[in-house]
């Protein structure tokens, strides 16, 4: 039987990690507040050079019509912050950082804006 392969610790695309799942369920119920009015798991993917594309893991419509690109990480690679800031610097778009806190630490999320 064939089977895909994939870099190590890597999904299928279109296929959301438990760090992903956790968030977008924390979408749903800002949804479901009002504070969200759309969202979409790697629906939006940016080309930032030849052959370098940034496929953003949720862009986010929030009620006030913003549509903002969060990118989730478990933790921070340097690769995946390099291609983050350089999408900020070249799209109109808000980029927000999303990184799961330990339940040590409370849970939650720290959410800060990429410059």
Do not use: C
Not at 24 to 38: H, T
Not at 58 to 86: P, Q, R
């Amino acid at each position: 039987m064939n089977r895909p392969s994939f870099a190590l610790g890597r999904l299928p695309v279109g296929s959301l990690n438990k760090t992903e799942k956790s968030y977008q369920d924390e979408l749903e119920r800002r949804k479901a507040a009002g504070d969200v009015l759309w969202h979409r798991f790697e629906g939006v993917k940016l080309r930032l050079a030849d052959n370098t594309f940034l496929t953003i893991d949720f862009a986010v419509m929030v009620a006030d019509g913003t549509l903002e690109m969060h990118e989730v990480k478990g933790w921070w690679h340097d690769d995946a912050k390099a291609k983050t800031k350089i999408a900020a610097s070249m799209y109109p778009f808000r980029f927000i950082a999303v990184k799961a806190q330990a339940k040590k630490h409370g849970g939650g999320w720290t959410i800060e804006e990429v410059p």
